[in-house]
């Protein structure tokens, strides 16, 4: 059983700076894709970053250059570090996992964490 634990989150002022990480558990391949999305009430799941076992990143355009991922594959960790926070940026924050075992596709959620952007 795969489970995701995450940690952070938190209150922050505008142009602050915050990090979430998540520790994935469990029989994982040696190749996945971590990552992180959001979502606010009323709205749909969006993409915030993900990073592959290899590095390759990927970034939502309203995060790129003020937020970076970083993956332990040692560890099976996943953190993002986010900088010049604004208040848009306040949402729930959920960590991903995803992979293949013998050819079939698996897909993990973590229970989410709070990111609030206020003064």
């Known amino acids: 059983q795969v489970q995701l634990v995450e940690s952070g989150g938190g209150l922050v002022q505008p142009g602050g700076s915050l990090s979430v990480s998540c520790a994935a558990s469990?029989?994982?391949?040696?190749?996945?894709?971590m990552g992180w999305y959001r979502q606010t009430p009323g709205s749909q799941r969006e993409l915030v970053a993900t990073?592959?076992?290899?590095?390759?990143?990927n970034y939502a355009d309203s995060v790129w250059g003020r937020f970076t991922i970083s993956k332990d594959n040692a560890m099976n960790t996943v953190t993002l570090q986010m900088n010049s926070l604004k208040p848009g940026d306040t949402a729930v924050y959920y960590c991903?996992?995803?992979?293949?075992?013998?050819?079939?596709?698996?897909?993990?959620w973590g229970e989410g964490t709070q990111v609030t952007v206020s003064s």
């Open positions: 991903s996992l995803r992979f293949y075992r013998s050819f079939v596709p698996y897909s993990y």
């Open positions: 469990g029989i994982i391949p040696s190749t996945s894709v």
């Open positions: 990073i592959t076992t290899a590095g390759a990143t």
